[in-house]
Structure formats: C-alpha cells, structure tokens
C-alpha cells in the first residue's frame, strides 16, 4: 500500500534543484519499478528535493519557560551532530529547523504552523503540555508527526494519532517521590499540596500526587493550595502551609514560580521535607531559590549515570561544553531526536525516502514510531505504544545538593 503510493507520487517532491542536480551528475531521476529495486538504486541516487532532512524544534526559548527550554535546545544540537557525524539518516543529514514557542498557547501555535508550513518532516516539541493541547492539534490536523520531549500531564499521546511522547507521564514518574520521601521520613503524617492552577501539567501532577498522599499511604492532606504560573508573591500559600505544620509539602508548578514558593516557604520557617514536581527538574532554579532549593526531592526519568554507551556519549559532550552534568529535559529533547532519526532510517531502509512526497513520508514515519520499535536512548530503552505513549521502565528520584555559595549545586540521586 505504501510502496503503490509512494511510486505514484515520487516525483511530487522533485524540485527545479533536485532535477538540474540529477542532470548535471547524470543520474535518472525516474521513479524505481519495487520497491526492491529502489533500494539497491538509492544510494547512487541523487538527493531529491533537499539535501537535508528538515525536523522542527518548537520550545521556549524566551520567557521563563526558556529555564526548560534552554535544555532542551541543548540536548537537540548534541543529538544533531551527534547523528549526523553517524551518517545521518542512512547517508542523508538531518537539520533542526528551532522556532522559538515562548511560555503560552499562542507561541507555540504560530511555532508549529510555522513549521508545518516550512515542510519539516516531524516536530519536537512543545515544552509545556499546557502548550501541547493548543498547538497539537495543528499538526494533528496537518498530519505531521509530533515528538513531545516534556509533555507529561495525562492526556497527551489522546490528542491525536500523530502525537507521541518521550517523556513519561506524571502518573508513572511522581509517586517515586512520596516514597522516597517516606525512607527519609517515616513520621510523615500530615502532607500540604500546592499547584499552579493555570497550567494543565501542574494540574495533571498535583492529582496524581494527590491521590498517592490520601489513598496509597493515607496521609492527612490537610491543605492544597492554588497559585499561578506568574504570580511571585506566594506569602498567603506560605502561611497557609506553615498553619497546618506538615511534614511533607508537595509543590506542582513550573520553574520560577515553584521555586519562589520554596523560598518563601523556607523563610517563613519551614524546616520539612519539600517534593518538587517535574517542573522544579531543572539546575535553572538554582538562582531563584538558591540556597532554599537545598534537599528538595525530584522524581526523574533520567539517570545521568546509566552506564550505556549512547548515555556516555550525551554526558560527554554536554560536560565538554556545559562544565556540568546533563538533566532530564535535556536528556529527553536528545531521546526525541534520535527516536526521529531511528525511525526515519528504517522508514528510508523499506522505501527509499528520497522523492517521497512529504505526506507520504510523514506517515510513513508516524507509522514507524508507532511500530513499537525499541530506541537505546540515554533514557535507557524505550518505545512508543500504538496510541504514542512511552514504554520506559526505569525511574529515578534526585534530592538537590546546594554548594556552601548557594549558587551552584547538584540534583544527586538517591539509592
Ligand atoms: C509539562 C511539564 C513541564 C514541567 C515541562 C517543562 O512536565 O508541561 O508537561
């Protein structure tokens, strides 16, 4: 069925370039009769259209949002070169192709169109799944095969059939928090909640958080406080908190306003443990809570330390470049690219992908994902099921580690 389509329109891609490209070297330009005989042609083959294989990034690379985005952008670029120094996708490189989503649904709705409309292959992206459920739906509709690299409320892969993520959702990864802090813990009695009630993660985290404090371990949830995503003064949830004298607080929101809720918390008194959800995942909010970001709890689905040769290769060159260890968000935009490439690869190893019409092969690489192909990535292995969701079994929990200045610090993971 592919194989039919695809001869019937190969030649829809072929560009003026491509065409005198295939003349002055010589080569026919004529589409192969199999699919088998395509692909003992392809090598010699001219590249049609482009020389490059484009795939968007769509995060934030302004606004606060950007202490997520600025990883991702690295974990990218590494990949990138990465792949490419490997031959790209069987002899053709990749290109990211960034547009800048900033911190709201409407960014990141002009990113993705923008992109659609610039002919990419796929998209990486977006950061926030408060963006997701905006701008996905665009390329649902366009038919362009979406990777999100931090999209973890519940609810992300049923956007659509071109959705997928590779980043494991809050429901698998938060708990580990709780029971890490239980082991450091076990007097934990009385557990106050907070979450930023603007933003569709923070919402899908604090229930899953939620129901783990009332119904897994019986704890007294004897607050939950609301704030949101841009407020900066948090005294009223503070002092909320410090009135019922928990032993634990559980804290779902983004980077800067999770971590100004710390600090306040911490300097009206508050000497208990802190969970931070997934958005507290990142070294950037060191400067904002500084020396009260010391010994919060973070669940991750990435383990800097996972002793595989590709995981080796990311620390590396993030260390050579960055002076430090690479975090989760960073990790997974370099697992989004290569579960892109991968599948691109073996896409291009059944139907040659040059002279592909761009539909065809947007399909024909969301069907690849889909296929439950298993990628090595510093993750460690992982697949995606046939709705787009992430197989991945290993997660982890980080207590952060601040330096005596209360600059600079480490997410140190626990046993
Ligand atoms: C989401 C998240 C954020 C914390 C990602 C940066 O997990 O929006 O789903």
Do not use: H, W
């Amino acid at each position: 069925m592919l194989s039919s389509r695809v001869t019937q329109t190969a030649f829809v891609l072929i560009t003026v370039s491509a065409l005198l490209l295939a003349a002055c070297s010589g080569a026919t330009t004529a589409p192969s009769a199999s699919p088998a005989a395509a692909a003992t042609a392809a090598p010699q083959a001219p590249a049609a259209g482009s020389s490059e294989i484009s795939i968007g990034v769509a995060v934030a690379q302004s606004s606060n949002v950007s202490l997520f985005g600025q990883e991702q952008v690295l974990g990218a670029q590494i990949a990138e070169k990465y792949f490419n120094d490997k031959g790209g996708v069987n002899g053709t490189p990749i290109k990211l192709v960034y547009q800048d989503t900033a911190g709201d649904e409407a960014g990141a709705i002009n990113a993705f169109q923008t992109l659609i409309n610039d002919n990419v292959v796929a998209i990486l992206g977006p950061t926030l799944s408060q963006q997701a459920f905006a701008a996905d739906p665009f390329a649902e509709k366009a038919g362009v095969p979406v990777i999100a690299p931090s999209n973890t409320a519940k609810g992300i892969p049923q956007i659509g059939q071109y959705i997928s993520r590779v980043s494991a959702p809050v429901a698998k990864v938060a708990p580990n928090a709780i029971a890490a802090a239980l082991k450091i813990n076990p007097d934990i009695k009385t557990v106050a909640v907070a979450f930023a009630q603007n933003d569709a993660f923070s919402k899908s985290e604090t229930g899953t958080f939620q129901q783990v404090i009332t119904d897994t371990y019986k704890f007294d949830l004897a607050t939950v406080q609301t704030f949101q995503t841009t407020d900066t003064d948090f005294t009223t949830q503070a002092s909320n908190i410090m009135n019922v004298q928990p032993e634990l607080v559980v804290i779902s929101g983004l980077a800067a306003d999770g971590a100004n809720l710390i600090k306040q918390l911490r300097d009206l008194g508050y000497t208990g443990l802190i969970v931070g959800g997934n958005g507290l995942n990142t070294a950037n909010i060191f400067p904002v809570c500084q020396a009260q970001c010391d010994g919060i709890l973070v669940a991750q689905a990435y383990s800097p330390q996972l002793d595989t040769a590709i995981n080796k290769q990311l620390v590396d060159t993030y260390a050579a470049e960055q002076k430090k260890t690479p975090g989760q968000f960073t990790a997974q935009a370099f697992a989004g690219v290569q579960v892109l490439v991968e599948a691109l690869q073996a896409v291009d190893q059944k139907t040659p992908i040059k002279g592909m019409a761009l539909a065809d092969l947007r399909t024909a690489l969301n069907e690849q994902l889909l296929s439950g192909m298993i990628f090595d990535t510093p993750l460690g292995e992982i697949s995606l099921d046939p709705e787009g969701e992430i197989n991945q079994s290993q997660f982890y929990v980080a207590q952060i580690k601040m330096d005596s200045d209360g600059k600079t610090g480490q997410f140190v993971l626990l046993k």
